[in-house]
């Protein structure tokens, strides 16, 4: 079956850094993606979207990327700050199918 | 966004016996949907559950151990049965902002079975 993964389980920065966490994804049909940022005890949360008639789209200090010819996903934080330590999943759908997610990067923001 | 409330945020439970999860959102939604997310892995959805008829189990759960309910458009309730360590795990209820997009999750009970 199709699957969406990541390619770092854990990513450390300093803070003010800028991070890139990554996502493959196998299924070239998926026309729409998202990421979800999840702090310990808490349920996902939305972080920003993407549909495949895109290549990019901003947000407040976040960035996604979408390459199709390689099945590639990214969400990129500007000045990253400690706040921003969670685990990222990035998600993907086709059509009106449900939601698949990735098993998550983890990130971690020094001071 | 919708606003989801979902209880108990935790609980510890004793093998064989059941616990019942509530998700309440506040306002009338579609889709509602059941995830789980054992200790350090990604979600994984187990059903959806539909207003007014049987809720739809993806494959590797089903309707004897995972019983839901839902009501009316804003309510839904996830029973999990006959409890054994191998349940201990985050349980989520989300809702679909519209079709098609993305869902909201609530805050996620966190379960362990003794």
């Known amino acids: 079956g199709e699957s969406v993964g990541l390619h770092l389980p854990t990513l450390s920065v300093q803070e003010g850094d800028n991070s890139i966490i990554n996502c493959a994804y196998s299924n070239s049909a998926s026309d729409y993606f998202i990421w979800y940022k999840q702090e310990s005890g808490k349920g996902p949360q939305f972080i920003i979207d993407?549909?495949?008639?895109?290549d990019k789209r901003q947000g407040q200090r976040v960035t996604v990327l979408l390459n199709k010819t390689v099945k590639h996903l990214s969400l990129q934080i500007a000045a990253t700050q400690p706040g921003d330590s969670a685990v990222y999943f990035c998600a993907e759908r086709r059509g009106y199918s449900t939601l698949t997610f990735g098993k998550g990067t983890m990130l971690l923001v020094s001071p | 966004s919708a606003v989801i409330s979902q209880k108990p945020s935790r609980d510890i439970c004793q093998r064989g016996t059941s616990l019942t999860i509530q998700c309440q959102v506040d306002s009338q939604v579609t889709m509602m949907f059941w995830y789980r997310q054992q200790p350090g892995q990604s979600l994984t959805l187990i059903a959806t559950a539909n207003q007014g008829s049987e809720a739809t189990y993806e494959s590797g759960f089903v309707i004897d151990k995972f019983p839901i309910s839902r009501p009316n458009l804003t309510f839904s309730t996830l029973t999990v049965s006959n409890l054994s360590p191998e349940d201990s795990s985050i349980y989520l209820c989300?809702?679909?902002?519209?079709?098609?997009?993305?869902?909201?999750f609530g805050s996620g009970t966190q379960l362990s079975v003794l």
């Open positions: 993407i549909r495949s008639n895109m």
């Open positions: 989300s809702v679909e902002a519209a079709s098609n997009e993305k869902l909201f």
